[in-house]
Nanobody
Framework: VQLQASGGGLVQAGGSLRAACAASGFMLDAHNVGWFRQAPGKEREFVSCISEYEDKPYYSDSVKGRFTISRDNAKKTVYLAMNSLKPEDTALYYC?????????????????WGQGTLVTVSS
């Protein structure tokens, strides 16, 4: 069972990146998936989540209107499109999965975690 996050990088403020979270070893289409991030010296915080049915994506206020979460169950991959990036978006971005149930913003509710992909936004 593994989640592999990728797509991070260095971008100037106002730029865009698309992170991907690929699953192996389990059926991602039966899982809700969330993205979290952790900036240096700060606690991990919720970014976005999407249900197994692709409905009702949910976003934190800090990224709403700029980030879009989506999934391609055939490819067992969930994406996080990040637009209008700001320096305060700089963090290590993690994806996580939990089987069924309601959408959750608490990291403790997730079972599987990826290793993180680094997003750095320069001013």
């Amino acid at each position: 069972v593994q989640l592999q996050a990728s797509g991070g990088g260095l971008v100037q403020a106002g730029g865009s990146l698309r992170a991907a979270c690929a699953a192996s070893g389990f059926m991602l289409d039966a899982h809700n998936v969330g993205w979290f991030r952790q900036a240096p010296g700060k606690e991990r915080e919720f970014v976005s989540c999407i249900s197994e049915y692709e409905d009702k994506p949910y976003y934190s206020d800090s990224v709403k209107g700029r980030f879009t979460i989506s999934r391609d169950n055939a490819k067992k991959t969930v994406y996080l499109a990040m637009n209008s990036l700001k320096p305060e978006d700089t963090a290590l971005y993690y994806c996580a999965a939990r089987q069924g149930g309601s959408l959750q913003i608490s990291a403790q509710r997730y079972t599987y975690w990826g290793q993180g992909t680094l997003v750095t936004v320069s001013s």
